[in-house]
């Protein structure tokens, strides 16, 4: 059996190792860049031409569905 040196040992790569680890990856930059790359996977910079149809679309549905007040008697 190893004596109390390798115990010591032991228990400082047990304590050591997390901690490390952590400190590497949790570095902002790395998580910042990750963040805005996913965002803007999700949600894509707005396009204006689609923007513009996508308006175009609800003003038509709205015209179509809008209700007068002479079909409400």
Sequence with gaps: MGGWKLEVGKMAMYVTF???MFYYFNQPA????WVV???????????PE???????????SREKNAVSADDLV
């Design 30 to 33: 790395l998580f910042e860049e």
């Design 37 to 47: 790359k996913t965002k803007r996977e999700i949600y894509p910079p707005d396009n």
């Design 18 to 20: 997390p901690v490390i």
């Design 50 to 60: 689609k923007r513009k149809a996508l308006e175009e679309s609800f003003r038509l």
